[in-house]
């Protein structure tokens, strides 16, 4: 089974803080994304990474940013929090271009 | 830009009723569909995907979808709910051509009582 890892199931940091979010999958996996997710909203992608080094820009990449330095590993980076930042963080991996996400159990943010 | 509408927020139904949960995308080109489920404290997880073929596909515990290229809908039934159905359903299409993200609709949240 592909496993997807958030180091942290909980947060809480204060405004102006730098918090970072790490993922990490073990299916060897070319495709990494990071999502926010709200309530009525659903999910809205961030960012997304295609290949080591390589990432682009989601629908809503303000105030984010991310590093894969490593193909396993896909960290999302918000250099200084800001309490509408406060959500649901959700890292996927996937395999082939057009196959489906497997997603981490979430990170939950409170920017205080 | 390209868009997923899920029409129902909350949804609330005794066991054995039937369910239709609707989506709609905005997206007139080759597209890939997919229903995720989110159950309370766990991850989401495929409920069922379609790429070509058949346009009514099957997935995990009973549910189906039909795909209506004319209505630009995939919706989600499944003909008597149990209790453990209770979950947030998310309908997402892979639009092709870039590099292939996956959009999200809002999330439907059904409520199945016993």
């Known amino acids: 089974d592909v496993k997807v890892t958030q180091s942290s199931r909980y947060l809480v940091k204060r405004t102006g803080e730098k918090v970072f979010l790490e993922c990490v999958q073990d299916?060897?996996?070319?495709?990494m994304f990071w999502y926010r997710q709200d309530p009525g909203l659903g999910l809205r992608l961030i960012y997304f990474?295609?290949?080591?080094?390589?990432?682009e820009k989601g629908d809503i990449p303000e105030g984010y940013s991310v590093s894969r330095e490593k193909k396993e590993r896909f960290s999302l980076i918000l250099e200084s929090a800001s309490t509408n930042q406060t959500s649901m963080y959700l890292c996927?991996?996937?395999?082939?271009?057009?196959?489906?996400?497997?997603f981490g159990e979430g990170s939950r943010l409170t920017v205080l | 830009a390209q868009s997923v509408s899920q029409h129902n927020h909350h949804v609330i139904l005794s066991e054995a009723a039937s369910l239709e949960l609707g989506c709609n995308y905005s997206y007139g080109g080759t597209v890939n569909l997919f229903w995720y489920v989110q159950y309370p404290g766990q991850h989401l997880q495929l409920l069922l995907k379609y790429f070509s073929g058949d346009p009514l596909v099957k997935g995990i515990k009973g549910f189906e979808a039909e795909f209506i290229k004319s209505k630009f809908s995939f919706n989600l039934r499944k003909p008597s709910v149990q209790w453990s159905d209770t979950a947030e359903y998310f309908c997402a299409v892979n639009v092709s051509g870039g590099y292939n993200k996956l959009i999200f609709g809002a999330g439907t949240r059904l409520a199945v009582h016993p």
């Open positions: 299916m060897d996996h070319e495709n």
């Open positions: 990474s295609y290949d080591v080094k390589m990432k």
């Open positions: 996927a991996s996937r395999g082939a271009v057009t196959g489906e996400l497997f």
